[in-house]
């Protein structure tokens, strides 16, 4: 295979008579479809009982594959049970938050902390390394599927204690992280701890906890539990397969696994990007920004995406002609090396009948959807392998912490309205509609590389993290923080200080009150001739050495600062006191990157996205994505070619976008 952006999806025709494969296959050569991610929900065919196991059909598959010269991304098939198993073993089907142990159906359904599960799952994914280890088709391996959820059974609770050991060591170290002397919850016993659930610790569902601690715990328990099933299976491949890449699809922004504890595992990242249609685009570039951050800026795949509709949802709508293309640049304008779908062909039976697929019930090869798959598999194969390897050369980092938002959204007080995802998309959007390339990172990444460092509601402050953020401003860059960060230790305990906790010094600031308000109480905003409104959170700031730089205009703290800068060595610290509109933060962003020359070219037009690769070679990309309807006029910012038309542009002339078209722009 020449080296390009893998093009291609799920692909199950275990559920289909052979005749069909051959008319999958002559449509996937018109599609220009070369990877195939086979055997994702097989378990039942390839082992239907505990001592049999039957790969012929799986054998046949990649044998066609690499016959036709088609890659597979082989799955271990581990996410869905076969009935017998969970017959034979009940302990691997879930207990929920209700404490309700679940029966067989469904799928990504197991108990983590099943050795059952542990055994089986490890002994199929083994069983499929032997067997295709060298098989010539074989790209790379996708263990499960979606992994997520959480179980909260008998051996779960077993497994917990044993965490809680090895990160606490003491009961009182436990007692103290969780601050159990609040409502007589001292424990003077390991067995006393139960998982924090609707029968235990919670009320009105999982994110009312009367103990963050708990919960905080339980959530980081049940990711590494869960990663330990995606660590079995991938230890137990690599006795038969050394170097072959190993992942397995995440979902994005998914608040139930805290991803970055999983990163360094995966060979390389991957993720199904489902948005919502009515998303802004800066909405999936955000999954694609965070999925790019896991291993250190290294390309992802895009490992699913709906040609056209998603069946899930109560109301499914098409994606309109163009919007497959765009969003599939998109995707390869911030890092994706890959560009799979969900899926190949329609199911026919089953709760995904309806869902979009390349190849539909009727087999057609004249629909509008697959004239659209095959046309973009036209280009990318036209593009090569130029964008691969390529990074995005960011200046601006964006803080993403799993453990700041389920603080702040299983906490009492001060506002159930305050959503984590929304204020650090709301940040995100405005850097980049402001033209620069953001990398969305751990709070335990290097920031040396970066000039600007925005930190939304970055609710609690871990390990040398207010150090490392000083030492940005100190040489000369800029951070910003927002409402409600820094206010607690890992443990989600307060910092026993003034409020920024540990930021405090680098923002110049101290906060002793703030006032939550309904969604429709809005505070007028002041920032010297611009207007904006704040909503949600008022939090009353005391300048201690910041400058006000806007101020609020209503109720008895009007004219007190709502945003405040602070010169810190030779940098700045700036604080956003309250949930800003959208405008507002773009307006305080754009203040932000101005100081450090990020705004783009193009950041007047608002419709036009921009995203850098540079490839491994030094060659430079400018991604142009117009998201409108209409054509976008722009006026070339440097002389360069087009890589999708061979078309010259000159720096200073005119050059235009089709409504929902692309440029890739190679400088010269
Ligand atoms: C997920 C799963 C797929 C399929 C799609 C449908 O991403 O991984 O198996 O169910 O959703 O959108
Ligand atoms: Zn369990």
Request: overall charge negative.
């Amino acid at each position: 295979m020449t080296p390009k952006i893998l093009y291609g999806g799920d692909y199950n025709p275990e559920q289909w008579p052979e005749e069909v494969w051959d008319a999958d296959h002559r449509l996937f050569t018109g599609a220009g479809v070369d990877t195939l991610t086979v055997g994702v929900f097989s378990w039942s065919l390839t082992q239907p009982a505990e001592d049999t196991y039957d790969f012929t059909v799986l054998d046949r598959v990649l044998d066609r594959a690499a016959a036709e010269g088609r890659g597979v991304c082989l799955a271990t098939g581990t996410a869905a049970l076969p009935p017998w198993l969970a017959k034979k073993y009940p302990e691997v089907n879930r207990t929920d938050f209700e404490g309700r142990r679940h029966r067989y159906g469904q799928r990504h359904n197991f108990c983590p902390s099943s050795p059952a599960y542990r055994r089986l799952a490890t002994g199929m994914a083994g069983r499929l390394a032997e067997r295709y280890a060298e098989h010539p088709a074989l790209l790379a391996w996708h263990v499960n599927n979606e992994y997520g959820g959480a179980c909260y059974c008998d051996l779960c609770a077993t497994a917990f204690r044993g965490w809680l050991r090895e990160r606490h060591g003491t009961l009182d170290a436990v007692n103290d992280a969780w601050w159990t002397t609040f409502w007589s919850h001292r424990y003077t016993d390991w067995d006393q701890i139960e998982p924090p659930s609707a029968l235990t610790e919670h009320w009105r569902g999982p994110d009312h906890t009367a103990f963050q601690g708990i919960t905080l715990d339980y959530q980081r328990f049940m990711t590494d539990a869960l990663l330990g099933c995606f660590t079995a299976e991938k230890e137990a491949i690599r006795v038969h397969d050394e170097d072959t890449p190993v992942t397995t699809n995440f979902m994005g922004a998914y608040r139930p696994l805290d991803y970055h504890r999983w990163a360094p595992h995966l060979d390389f990242a991957s993720w199904d990007s489902y948005p919502p249609l009515d998303a802004p685009p800066t909405r999936p570039a955000l999954g694609h920004d965070l999925m790019r951050g896991l291993k250190d800026g290294a390309p992802f795949w895009l490992m699913e995406q709906t040609p056209s509709t998603t069946a899930c949802r109560d109301v499914n709508p098409l994606r309109r002609p163009g919007e497959l293309r765009i969003a599939t640049w998109q995707a390869v304008a911030h890092g994706a090396d890959a560009a799979l779908y969900f899926q190949l062909r329609a199911s026919r039976g089953a709760c995904e009948k309806y869902h979009g697929a390349v190849i539909g019930h009727a087999g057609r090869d004249d629909t509008r959807v697959f004239r659209e798959v095959a046309a973009l598999g036209r280009e990318l194969a036209e593009l090569g392998d130029v964008t691969l390897g390529a990074r995005t050369p960011s200046r601006t980092a964006l803080l993403f912490d799993w453990d700041s938002w389920w603080a702040l959204e299983i906490s009492d007080g001060p506002s159930r309205l305050v959503r984590y995802q929304d204020a650090v998309h709301a940040y995100y959007r405005a850097a980049r509609e402001a033209g620069a390339d953001v990398d969305v990172v751990p709070v335990t990444v290097d920031l040396t590389p970066y000039d600007v460092v925005l930190a939304p509601v970055l609710h609690l402050v871990k390990g040398d993290l207010a150090e490392r953020l000083e030492a940005v401003a100190r040489r000369g860059g800029s951070v910003l923080a927002t409402f409600l960060s820094a206010r607690s230790d890992e443990h989600d305990r307060a910092f026993l200080t003034d409020v920024p906790g540990p930021l405090s010094p680098l923002l110049g600031i101290r906060v002793d009150e703030w006032d939550a308000r309904p969604e429709d109480v809005v505070q007028p905003i002041t920032i010297g001739d611009f207007r904006c409104e704040a909503r949600l959170l008022f939090e009353i700031v005391q300048p201690r050495g910041a400058e006000p730089v806007g101020t609020y205009g209503t109720d008895f703290y009007a004219g007190t600062p709502a945003v405040t800068r602070h010169a810190f060595g030779a940098g700045e610290g700036w604080y956003v006191a309250t949930a800003l509109d959208q405008r507002g933060v773009d307006h305080v962003v754009r203040r932000v990157l101005a100081r450090h020359d990020l705004i783009g070219p193009y950041a007047g037009h608002a419709t036009v996205e921009t995203a850098t690769r540079v490839a491994p070679d030094g060659t430079r990309l400018l991604f142009l994505l117009n998201h409108a309807a209409d054509p976008a006029h722009l006026t070339a910012h440097t002389t360069a070619t087009d890589l999708l038309t061979g078309k010259r542009v000159e720096r200073g002339e005119p050059l235009s976008l089709d409504p929902l078209g692309v440029a890739v722009l190679r400088a010269e």
